[in-house]
């Protein structure tokens, strides 16, 4: 058996040490590239997924302000005219500003699950509405229009309803804000 001089042994010793040093750090390098490729997947979804949040929650601060002050000046153009005649206040509190409302409420029971405070803004919601139809059925009622006391007492319930719904969605904001908070930490 050819054995080999303290040189040549020393060399390939070398070799042997650079070929295992090149293979366990070429090893380390994939695994870390690996899981900082996962790391930031892991980022950028959450990131999105905080932006989708945030835009959801700014939406529903906008369309449930503008959902309760169309439906303020609906009811004012309904009771001024104690008739029944679609304005475009009336026509946009039926439509726009109740459809728009509706779909940041469901966006907002999808993205943030379904807090107690957005049961409540529905329900006052939902008592706008009532109010508003209990009103017109009212001014159905009387050829000339609903006696001034009659139309006085639903004013009052329907601003009742309305400031309810302020502070119920005063209550939501700060739920989601909570929420968005905890998401960003």
Known sequence: MNSWSSGKTWWMDLLKFMI????A???TVTIINKCEDRRGKRQF???????NNLRIYQDFKKYSLLYYRSAVDAYADMIKRKKREDSENIERFLTEANDNFRLVLESVEENFGKPDELGDVKKYRDGIFTEYKRTLALILDFEEGPPDAEIENRANEFRQVAEVFLIS???AIRCLEGKLRKESE
């Open 45 to 51: 979804i959450q990131n999105k997924r905080f932006e």
């Open 20 to 23: 295992t040093f090149f293979i």
């Open 25 to 27: 750090a070429l090893l």
């Open 169 to 171: 969605r005063a209550h």
